[in-house]
DNA sequence: TCATACGTAAACACTC
DNA sequence: AGAGTGTTTACGTATG
């Protein structure tokens, strides 16, 4: 077995939407980025996902292709992007160790690619969003993969199966099925399912070391038991937590062709996630919720969180 | 110690 | 037939 030399931090509580005990354990008051990302990170992986233009990013696949001296740092790209809608993302790096971000000097980069501190699924997330349609074959997946990370250009093989596992096993990833027409080789297109994209968002950047998870809270739809948020003296301040169960809410299947992969749709729960950063506090709903912009006013978010709310919601598909 | 997430390997069936 | 794809199972490691 391949030894992974990357400590990478746990998926975020929307990957366990069953334990919410747990979830609310991940509730950090302090920004905790991880320590075991390379300072050579650059600071945005948010960037893809939140690209709303659509418009397939033309510098990320440069023409001549990231080197093996890019390593980790070619995901340089990945922070040039002006997209971010949910800005405002201040700048961040409030931690010693994110003071530089610059590229480290050449005499200092590894030799050799190391391997990125992404999960598959991050990858894979990362790899969809980047396709002009958000939706793309195995096979597409691998060469994106190869051509962002030189890593896996020399990586046994062995690591192809892990991405057909995770697109397999993953209820963040859903299959479509080719038009029988439009087939073109071997297998199905692959897209990311809108409800985790938040999720996956929100590990992404979790494992780049820069989003920092404030607060997770759990709210009560239950119209008979009224949020406690709705409390005026209940703020978003740190360990401020609410747990409810979300009876009333019926989340939409439209979407997801396969609705049996939906883990909110027996848990109960519905886990709402504040990001903090600075004076900005952000919200990511699990997605396709019903909620509308009322239910979010309730948390009593600043002005700012809100908008970013509206934007995840829109991102999400809720009405609003 | 346990649960969970993740990575990896492997087997198997299916499709092209 | 062979390669690629998709699914499933099993096991090991890391982490909280």
Same mark, same amino acid.
């Given at each position: 077995?391949?030894?992974?030399?990357?400590?990478l931090? !746990?998926l975020?509580?929307?990957?366990?939407?069953?334990?919410?005990?747990?979830?609310? &354990?991940?509730?950090? !008051?302090?920004?905790?980025? !991880?320590? =075991?990302?390379?300072?050579?990170?650059?600071? @945005?992986?948010? @960037?893809?996902?939140?690209?709303?233009?659509?418009?397939?990013?033309?510098?990320?696949?440069?023409?001549?292709?990231?080197?093996?001296?890019?390593?980790?740092? +070619?995901?340089?790209?990945?922070? $040039?992007?002006?997209?971010?809608?949910?800005?405002?993302?201040?700048?961040?790096? =409030?931690?010693?160790?994110?003071?530089?971000?610059?590229?480290?000097?050449?005499?200092?980069?590894?030799? @050799?690619?190391?391997?990125?501190?992404f999960s598959f699924s991050s990858l894979?997330?990362?790899?969809?969003?980047?396709?002009?349609?958000?939706?793309?074959?195995?096979?597409?997946?691998?060469?994106?993969?190869?051509?962002?990370?030189?890593?896996?250009?020399?990586?046994?093989?062995?690591?192809?199966?892990?991405?057909?596992?995770n697109?397999?096993?993953?209820?963040?990833?859903?299959?479509?099925?080719?038009?029988?027409?439009?087939?073109?080789?071997?297998? &199905?297109?692959? +897209?990311?399912?809108?409800?985790?994209?938040?999720?996956?968002?929100?590990l992404e950047?979790?494992e780049?070391?820069?989003?920092?998870?404030?607060?997770?809270?759990?709210?009560?739809?239950?119209?008979?038991?009224?949020?406690? !948020? @709705?409390?005026?003296? +209940?703020?978003?301040?740190?360990?401020?937590?609410?747990?409810?169960?979300?009876?009333?809410?019926?989340?939409?299947?439209?979407?997801?062709?396969?609705?049996?992969?939906?883990?909110?749709?027996?848990?109960?729960?519905?886990?709402?996630?504040?990001?903090?950063?600075? $004076?900005?506090?952000?919200?990511?709903?699990?997605?396709?919720?019903?909620?509308?912009?009322?239910?979010?006013?309730?948390?009593?978010?600043?002005?700012?969180?809100?908008?970013?709310?509206?934007?995840?919601?829109?991102?999400?598909?809720?009405?609003?």
């Amino acid at each position: 077995m391949e030894n992974n030399t990357h400590t990478l931090p !746990s998926l975020s509580p929307l990957h366990s939407p069953t334990n919410p005990s747990k979830a609310l &354990s991940l509730s950090p !008051s302090l920004p905790q980025p !991880s320590a =075991t990302v390379p300072a050579s990170l650059p600071l @945005s992986p948010l @960037s893809p996902i939140l690209n709303s233009s659509g418009g397939h990013n033309q510098h990320c696949l440069s023409p001549s292709g990231p080197t093996d001296q890019d390593d980790l740092t +070619c995901l340089n790209w990945l922070h $040039q992007r002006n997209l971010l809608p949910l800005q405002p993302i201040p700048k961040i790096p =409030t931690l010693p160790q994110l003071e530089s971000l610059d590229p480290l000097p050449i005499q200092n980069q590894p030799p @050799s690619p190391a391997k990125p501190p992404f999960s598959f699924s991050s990858l894979i997330f990362m790899a969809i969003e980047d396709s002009p349609d958000k939706r793309l074959p195995v096979k597409g997946i691998y060469e994106w993969i190869v051509n962002n990370f030189p890593y896996y250009r020399t990586a046994p093989s062995g690591w192809r199966n892990s991405v057909r596992h995770n697109l397999s096993l993953s209820k963040s990833f859903r299959r479509i099925h080719r038009d029988k027409s439009q087939s073109v080789g071997k297998g &199905s297109l692959w +897209c990311v399912c809108p409800e985790f994209r938040p999720a996956l968002l929100e590990l992404e950047a979790a494992e780049y070391g820069q989003t920092v998870i404030m607060d997770t809270t759990e709210i009560s739809l239950d119209s008979n038991n009224p949020p406690l !948020s @709705s409390d005026p003296s +209940c703020s978003l301040i740190p360990d401020h937590e609410e747990l409810v169960a979300m009876e009333s809410v019926e989340l939409e299947e439209e979407a997801c062709e396969e609705p049996e992969k939906d883990p909110l749709a027996d848990s109960g729960y519905i886990e709402f996630h504040y990001y903090q950063c600075q $004076q900005y506090q952000y919200l990511v709903l699990p997605g396709d919720t019903e909620l509308d912009l009322e239910t979010v006013e309730i948390l009593q978010l600043d002005a700012e969180a809100q908008e970013a709310a509206g934007s995840l919601l829109d991102l999400a598909g809720g009405n609003h």
